[in-house]
């Protein structure tokens, strides 16, 4: 089964997708978790997308379709989790181009719907395990009182640069014009399964849960 996670900023589309690869055995593709990673790798590209990213808008279409072309290419026993891809409509024709190309489909696009508010207490306080990719929350999943990740055991944990008040808003603007018209796009298309992200994040998995089942 492969299945796109979409959703504004910090709706959950991250804390979602690794519960889906626990309980599941899927393959969480995250086109911001690997962008992050290119922003590192020293090279004039990764500067140019550290910009970008920084500023809170869209790296190019042609980079994206890149990395994510590269992934589909290895081996996904329990399917594909898109998390944070699609983010345009040419980037959701180019997907199904190469899903199609691999002979797969698109299973379902779960919509995750979260009040502008609650996203911007959800990212203000957002912390990042180093070691594992544990996402916790200051006020909502706070770190361990002992300051270790309750999964992996480790100590230091990330901030992202994107996740301040002028990014958030640039972010949440990028999403309105440019990646919620996918909403219409799957909803054409039967794909759309709509889920209430406002509740608790166990909540919230077992909706998921059900749109897949
Ligand atoms: P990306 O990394 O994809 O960021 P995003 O879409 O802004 O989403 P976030 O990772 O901020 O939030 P999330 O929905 O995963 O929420 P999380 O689970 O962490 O993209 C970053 C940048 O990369 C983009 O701005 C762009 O520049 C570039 N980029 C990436 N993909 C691209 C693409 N396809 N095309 C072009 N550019 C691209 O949760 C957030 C917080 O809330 C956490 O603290 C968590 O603990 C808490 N939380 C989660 N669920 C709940 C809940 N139910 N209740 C209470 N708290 C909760």
């Known amino acids: ?28 593709l995250s086109t911001g978790d690997m962008l992050r990673e290119a922003r590192t790798s020293g090279t004039e590209m990764g500067q140019r997308v550290a910009e970008v990213m920084d500023r809170g808008e869209l790296v190019t279409d042609e980079i994206v379709i890149g990395l994510i072309e590269e992934k589909l290419a290895g081996e996904a026993g ?33 919509e995750m719907r979260v009040d502008d508010a ?29 300051g270790k990740c309750s999964n992996c055991g480790a100590s230091d944990f990330k901030r992202r640069a ?27 298309k039967g794909t759309l399964r709509p889920v209430d992200g406002m509740g608790a994040m166990d909540a919230v998995a077992s909706e998921i849960a059900a749109a897949l089942d």
């Open 1 to 28: 089964m492969n299945i796109i996670l979409l959703g504004p900023p910090g709706a959950g589309k991250g804390t979602q997708a690794r519960k889906l690869v626990e309980e599941r055995g899927m393959t969480q």
């Open 78 to 110: 329990g399917g594909f989790i898109f998390d944070g891809f699609p983010r345009t409509l040419a980037q959701a024709d180019a997907l199904g181009a190469l899903l199609d190309k691999l002979g797969q489909s698109l299973d379902a696009v779960i």
């Open 118 to 146: 609650a996203l911007v207490a959800r990212i203000a306080g957002r912390a990042t395990c180093g070691g594992c990719g544990e996402v916790y929350n200051d006020t909502l999943r706070p770190i361990p009182a002992d």
């Open 162 to 188: 994107d996740d301040n008040e002028e990014s958030l808003k640039q972010r949440l603007m990028e999403y309105y014009k440019k990646t919620s018209p996918l909403i219409g796009y799957y909803h054409a």
